[in-house]
C-alpha cells in the first residue's frame, strides 16, 4: 500500500542518506599511513633520519631506512618500487640521472646543503684576490662549474649568459677584471696547495677530512640557495601520497636542523 511521503519523513530519509554516503569518506580521511621505506647512501644522512622516523612516528608514520652503498641503487631501486624514497643527491645529479635513464621522479622537497666554499691561507676576502692571482679549483666538469657560479654570485668573475651548471673556465667566462688565473686540479688535492695559490675552492667532503671547517675557514660559501641542494625523490606517480607531506614535515623539524648545525659546524646546512 502506497505511503504519502510527509515531510517529517523526507528529512529523516534526507539525514539518513547524508550519515550514510558521508561515512565512508569519514572513514577515508582516518585511514592510516602506510609504511615507506626510504633509500638512503651510508654515511651522515643515516643519524639524521634516523631523528626523521622517530618524528615520523609521533605523527602516525612508520619509515624504515634501507642503506646503499653507492650512487646508483637507490635510483634503480626506486625506480623498480623496491623502495618509497631516496634522500641521498643533489638536483644536478638526479636531472642528469633522470635525463640518462628516463626516470620519472619527482622532488618532495629539500634536506640539506654540504656547501663548497673558498679558502685561503693569503687574503681574508674575495675582495682582497690580487690582479693576476691564482685561484686554484676542481678539474672535473661538474664540481669546476660548480666552483665558477659561486666565483660568478660573489661578483670575481661574470658568466656568460645561459651558462649551464658545467660551467668551464676556458669557455664561460665572459668577464675577469682582475685577470684571475685558474689552476684546474683533481679535487683531493685542492688543500695540499693553499700554500701555493691565493685561494681555493673545495667541496666539503675533501675540506673536512683535510682539516679545514666550512663557516670557519672560508672567505666565501655557497648558501642554500645554492642549486646543489639534496633533495628527497619520490616516483612522479606517488607524489600525492599523504606519506610524503608527513615524511618532509618531520624532515623540516626544529630538532632535525638544530642537529644539523651543532653535529656538522657549517660543514652540513638545513636547505629549509
Known amino acids: ?44 644522512q643515516t643519524p639524521v633520519f634516523e631523528l626523521v622516523k622517530a618524528n615520523a612516528a609521533r605523527e602516525g ?102 651558462t649551464g651548471l658545467l660551467a668551464s673556465a676556458m669557455t664561460d667566462i665572459a668577464e675577469n677584471p682582475r685577470k684571475i688565473r685558474f689552476v684546474e686540479l683533481p679535487a683531493p688535492q685542492l688543500p695540499r696547495v693553499l700554500d701555493d695559490v691565493d685561494a681555493a ?10 682539516g679545514l671547517q666550512p663557516g670557519r675557514d672560508t672567505i666565501a660559501i655557497e648558501g642554500i640557495d645554492s642549486p646543489y641542494v639534496n633533495v628527497i625523490a619520490v616516483r612522479t606517480t606517488d607524489k600525492n601520497r599523504p606519506e610524503f607531506a608527513k615524511l618532509l614535515a618531520a624532515y623540516h623539524s626544529p630538532d632535525v636542523k638544530k642537529y644539523l648545525l651543532d653535529t656538522f659546524k657549517g660543514a652540513v646546512l638545513p636547505a629549509w
Open 61 to 162: 608514520l612508520q619509515v624504515q631506512i634501507v642503506e646503499f652503498t653507492d650512487f646508483v641503487q637507490p635510483n634503480e631501486a626506486l625506480a623498480a618500487g623496491d623502495i618509497d624514497a631516496n634522500s641521498f643527491q643533489h638536483v644536478p645529479y638526479l636531472d642528469q640521472q633522470i635525463k640518462d635513464r628516463g626516470y620519472k621522479f619527482t622532488v618532495i622537497g629539500p634536506t640539506l646543503l654540504a656547501p663548497v666554499g673558498v679558502y685561503s691561507k693569503k687574503i681574508k676576502s674575495l675582495a682582497e684576490l690580487p690582479a693576476g692571482g691564482k685561484v686554484a679549483i676542481p678539474n672535473d666538469p661538474s664540481s669546476g662549474g660548480r666552483a665558477l657560479h659561486l666565483l660568478h654570485k660573489e661578483g670575481v668573475v661574470k658568466l656568460r649568459p645561459g
Open 1 to 44: 500500500m502506497y505511503t504519502p511521503l510527509t515531510r517529517r519523513r523526507a528529512v529523516r530519509l534526507s539525514l539518513g542518506l547524508l550519515a550514510t554516503t558521508a561515512a565512508p569518506a569519514a572513514v577515508l580521511a582516518q585511514s592510516p599511513l602506510k609504511p615507506i621505506k626510504v633509500g638512503l647512501v651510508a654515511g651522515p
Open 201 to 210: 675552492i673545495i667541496n666539503t667532503i675533501i675540506a673536512v677530512p683535510a
